[in-house]
């Protein structure tokens, strides 16, 4: 019954923001850790950013002092803001969400494009 579904991608000027928004179902939100991850062209998906259901969150090295993860379980919203944008940061952006007592389940929206370019 979970589904995710993203927002806010587009396309930016080098040094620009964008603020990515996932919005879930709910139904079990606060049992899972939630990431986003992206998947440039010929490349493999990775892990942009990740924050459990207590609140305590990851990046990967690219990323970090640039982009914040933060989820508002009142709202089944997880953000992700993104700062001093790249051309190496253009990707698809994946929201996804594990659950955090039985991996198994996991689940992914359908992506939001972000493109940086001058």
């Known amino acids: 019954q979970v589904q995710l579904v993203e927002s806010g991608g587009g396309l930016v000027q080098p040094g620009g923001s964008l603020r990515l928004s996932c919005a879930t179902s709910?139904?079990?939100?606060?049992?899972?850790?939630m990431g986003w991850y992206r998947r440039a062209s010929g490349q493999q998906r990775e892990l942009v950013a990740a924050?459990?259901?207590?609140?305590?969150?990851n990046y990967a090295d690219s990323v970090k002092s640039r982009f914040t993860i933060s989820r508002d379980n009142a709202r089944n919203t997880v953000y992700l803001q993104v700062n001093s944008l790249k051309p190496e940061d253009t990707a698809v952006y994946y929201c996804?969400?594990?659950?955090?007592?039985?991996?198994?389940?996991?689940?992914w929206g359908q992506g939001t494009q972000v493109t940086v370019s001058s």
């Open positions: 996804n969400a594990r659950h955090e007592l039985n991996g198994w389940y996991n689940y």
């Open positions: 709910g139904s079990i939100f606060k049992i899972y850790t």
């Open positions: 924050i459990t259901s207590g609140g305590s969150t």
